[in-house]
């Protein structure tokens, strides 16, 4: 099943659809086993077992230009097309705004659940509009990127809305101007260095050095099993952020690296809490933490159970609590009934 962790699991059934007619049809039809799940490239899933309902995949892939003013460009996408192509097409036209999220898995229609973001950019700086069918009516509904609730890898989709509408297309509002975003991490050195200059880049230009970056850093899920950063980066209180500074100087860990999200809360990267625990390139069994990016555990064999993954995740989990006092959350959404719900 289309799992970019490489778990052998399947779903009861599964459906793909053209058009927002089709999918309201798959919704009147009886004979198809329930519970009802749409799914991009499921590059941010963990299937805890065989899926018992209908797997919904889009196949509506196009990409429409629609009039805007003479500083932007209106672009109108089906939710099935791949996000990089999308990302790619929109470099080659010259047009800024998706070429710092380049490279991340998935499609167009989950980008808009997740609130895909790196390097500086969350796509919901890019989205106008969000178009759905909504399940229980089955009429096709528009939400403005306002009603969309969108926060850090948060959306109304992922709460409140979920498993209500089914996202069909995403309007994006694209930079004719210059504009590059460069102040997040590696970008601008790796940007200078590849190219000789930090200014008068082109979107074609960034994207690939965001590629040579992400490249150099994450595991391809073609050759090794993964779901990309398997933890969120925990936001914690002011009160929080200093007993963790002080507990990282008793142990000699040096400063804790941190963004402050203007919310009277500090974001830590949890890569550094879980490198600092001794976890980054640890390998038992057929899982492990890839050694470039603590973040992400992987599937390294190719065999690894659910199972296995939710094991390692617990022990991440805890040996972070015991530690820091901080709880890591999943950012991989788990979908299914656990094979073992005590673990
Ligand atoms: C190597 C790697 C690197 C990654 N890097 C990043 C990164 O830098 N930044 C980042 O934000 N994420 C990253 N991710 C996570 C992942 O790629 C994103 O979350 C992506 O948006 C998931 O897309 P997908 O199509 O695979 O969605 P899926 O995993 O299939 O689904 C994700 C969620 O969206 C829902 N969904 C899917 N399609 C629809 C639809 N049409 N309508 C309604 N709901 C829908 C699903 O039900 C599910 O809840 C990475 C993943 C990997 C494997």
């Known amino acids: 099943m289309l799992n970019t962790f490489r778990m052998k699991v399947f779903g009861a059934c599964y459906a793909e659809y053209d058009n927002v007619e089709d999918l309201a049809d798959l919704f009147r039809d009886p004979s198809l086993p329930r519970p009802f799940f749409p799914i991009g490239a499921g590059s941010n899933l963990l299937f805890l077992g065989d899926f018992p309902g209908t797997i919904l995949h889009s196949r509506i892939r196009f990409v429409e230009v629609l009039p805007g003013d003479s500083g932007s460009v209106r672009v109108r996408v089906g939710s099935g097309v791949v996000w990089d192509d999308f990302c790619a097409w929109a470099a080659a036209k010259g047009w800024w705004g998706p070429e710092n999220l380049s490279l ?17 950019r969350e796509v919901k700086d890019l989205i106008v509009e969000v178009e759905c069918l909504d399940t229980q009516s ?12 969108y926060g850090y890898r948060e959306s109304r989709f992922k709460q409140d809305w979920k498993g209500r509408f089914v996202i069909t297309a995403v309007t994006f509002a694209l930079m004719r101007e210059y504009a590059p975003e460069l102040d997040y991490g590696p970008v601008r050195e790796a940007v200078a260095q590849a190219w000789g200059t930090d200014r008068d880049l082109t979107p074609r230009q960034v994207r690939d050095t965001v590629i040579a970056i992400r490249r150099a850093k994450l595991p391809d899920p073609a050759e090794i099993g993964n779901a990309g950063s398997y933890f969120r980066n925990p936001c914690v209180s002011a009160d929080q952020f200093r007993a963790v500074r002080t507990i990282a100087a008793e142990k000699g860990f040096g400063d804790v690296p941190y963004f402050d999200t203007g919310e ?11 490198e ?10 057929n899982v492990g933490v890839y050694a470039r990016q603590p973040l992400v555990l992987v599937n390294a064999t190719g065999n690894a159970t659910p199972d296995e993954i ?5 022990r991440i989990v805890d040996s972070v609590q015991r530690t820091f006092g901080v709880r890591l959350c999943p950012e991989v959404e788990k979908v299914g009934l656990p094979a073992s719900p005590d673990l």
């Open 310 to 314: 939710r094991s390692l995740e617990n």
């Open 264 to 274: 009277q809360l500090v974001k830590i990267p949890a890569a550094w809490l879980i």
């Open 138 to 149: 089955l009429a096709p509904v528009r939400f403005s990127v306002e009603a969309c609730g």
């Open 276 to 285: 600092r625990c001794g976890w980054k390139g640890f390998s038992e069994g």
């Open 104 to 120: 991340i898995p998935g499609e167009t229609g989950a980008a808009a659940v997740q609130n895909i973001g790196a390097y500086g």
